[in-house]
């Protein structure tokens, strides 16, 4: 039997069912449906030969911190983040794997962290780790939470050789990731459901997906100007790659977070709120939406790589700039197989789901 929290219908309106903790639907199963969303993706998954040396090189590392209980790190593992970074950077060299791995756990576990907390706290977890990205020479003042020094070791060790440009931007964009995250605390703990567009903005920045993408230069070897990376439509690039991100992981991770009783900050939630619609119908419009961002992104990949809209900076940069769309479209083929090939949504038949497609909430 499932309860589940969320909005109702009335004679007359829409009424919404306090999560406090008022539930308003008890079924003894429900099943969706997961849309082949990269059917005409153009990349095809790989991995990186360093997967198994990041991942047992990055694991101990982080355990030896002792962030969770043994069973709780048990379940941590499981989700296996080190293959994500295996998926989403296959070309990184061995160092510089293991430093996506680090960062993979590093957010991962500020994550679990927040996600218990209310927004004060959270906050004062956020600015520990912006202190430490922002200082990763200095180590962390004695009885502060952990996660300080998890992200300053990180940092210090992926920052090595860096370039200035490259590095600023990590840090820019991880203070804008940390801002998300205590706004989202916010949000949920006032159990608000915002619209679509008001999601997306959020969730752009709180998904850590920009931190990531300062990473995927790291791992090709580029020097990005400022003004490259600002351009128009690289920035567009980032923000469909970003997008597809969010609606494939809130499509794979709405089982978990219904039989959590925390969907409330999610995809599939918001469109059937705003839209009226059941399961069925908000996964088909995340679908469609889904498919419109595709078109786009290779869209705006064409008017790059032609030179439409978008200037020459010379061979090497435009060369670079080539490597970094490829990149992008490598993490979206990454993330995809990610989601069905870790335990964290699908527990051991992510794999049989992925073929079948179909996800039962039980």
């Not at 159990?191 to 567009?197: H, K, L, V």
């Not at 940069?317 to 990149?327: E, L, N, R, S």
């Not at 335990?343 to 039980?362: A, C, N, S």
Request: hydrophobic fraction near 35%.
């Amino acid at each position: 039997m499932l309860l589940v929290r969320g909005w109702f219908k009335t004679k007359t309106s829409w009424q919404w069912n306090s999560p406090k903790p008022l539930l308003f639907c008890v079924m003894d199963k429900q099943v969706y449906h997961l849309p082949h969303t990269l059917r005409n993706w153009p990349w095809d998954r790989l991995i990186s030969p360093y997967y198994r040396q990041s991942q047992a090189k990055s694991v101990t590392w982080l355990e030896s911190f002792y962030p969770f209980s043994p069973q709780v790190q048990h379940v941590f593992n499981k989700c296996d983040f080190s293959l994500l970074a295996a998926l989403t950077f296959p070309k990184a060299s061995l160092y510089d794997l293991r430093s996506c791995c680090d960062l993979m756990h590093t957010t991962f576990t500020l994550d679990e962290y927040t996600d218990a907390l209310g927004p004060s706290d959270v906050k004062a977890l956020c600015d520990a780790t912006m202190e430490a990205i922002e200082n990763p020479d200095n180590p962390r003042p004695q009885g502060e939470n952990i996660i300080g020094e998890i992200a300053r070791q990180f940092w210090r060790r992926a920052s090595v050789d860096v370039p200035r440009p490259c590095q600023e931007r990590f840090v820019n964009t991880w203070r804008t990731y940390l801002d998300s995250v205590v706004e989202q605390a916010e949000r949920r703990s006032d159990s608000y459901i915002c619209t679509m567009n008001e999601y997306l903005a959020a969730r752009r920045n709180n998904i850590g997906s920009d931190p990531a993408f300062v990473l995927l230069e790291i791992t090709l070897g580029l020097d990005l100007p400022h003004e490259v990376v600002k351009h128009p439509l690289i920035v567009a690039l980032n923000r469909d790659t970003t997008d597809m991100i969010i609606l494939a992981n809130d499509m794979c991770s709405y089982k978990k977070e219904v039989l959590a009783n925390d969907a409330d900050y999610n995809a599939v939630t918001v469109v059937m709120v705003n839209e009226h619609t059941d399961i069925a119908g908000g996964i088909q419009w995340i679908s469609d939406y889904h498919d419109e961002i595709v078109e786009h992104f290779l869209r705006v990949r064409e008017d790059v790589i032609n030179k439409n809209g978008f200037p020459s900076w010379g061979t090497d940069i435009d060369g670079q700039v080539a490597k970094y769309i490829d990149g992008l479209g490598q993490w979206i083929r990454g993330h995809d197989e990610w989601n069905f090939g870790s335990g964290r949504y699908f527990g051991d038949r992510g794999l049989e789901i992925q073929k079948t497609r179909t996800v039962v909430i039980t």
